[in-house]
């Protein structure tokens, strides 16, 4: 689900990670992802309610990171649980060398 938040001095779009983070559901997150950095608007992604997330997932995050950095945007994980933040430590994420930002 998308949702715009206009108190920002720039358009942010907050996305909601989908209950079940399958491949299906991943391609229908990434056309949210790739609209809102095409209307050059920055991304919060909305994950407290997330476990551990998919390597696919965290690819997807950080590719969509690093597009919207090269565009002046960025993509802002909110509210991380602790599963969540295992889970990329788990593929070697390195939150250091990142455009992905981990609030």
């Known amino acids: 689900m998308l949702q715009a938040q ?3 001095p720039f358009m942010v779009i907050t996305v909601s990670l989908p209950p079940f983070l ?4 991943a ?9 809102a950095l095409e209307q050059r608007e920055s991304i919060a ?4 309610e997330a476990g551990p997330l998919p390597s696919l997932w965290i690819q997807l995050l ?3 990171a690093t597009s919207a950095a ?3 945007l960025s993509v802002t994980l909110k509210a991380a649980s602790e599963e969540c933040r295992e889970s990329m ?3 070697g ?5 990142s455009a992905l930002v981990l609030e």
């Open 27 to 35: 391609a229908t997150f990434r056309n949210q992802l790739l609209v």
């Open 89 to 91: 430590r788990a593929i």
């Open 62 to 64: 950080h590719s969509a």
């Open 6 to 8: 206009s108190w920002a």
């Open 22 to 25: 399958g491949r299906s559901e």
């Open 93 to 97: 994420f390195d939150a250091a060398h």
């Open 45 to 48: 992604v909305e994950c407290a």
């Open 70 to 72: 090269a565009r002046g």
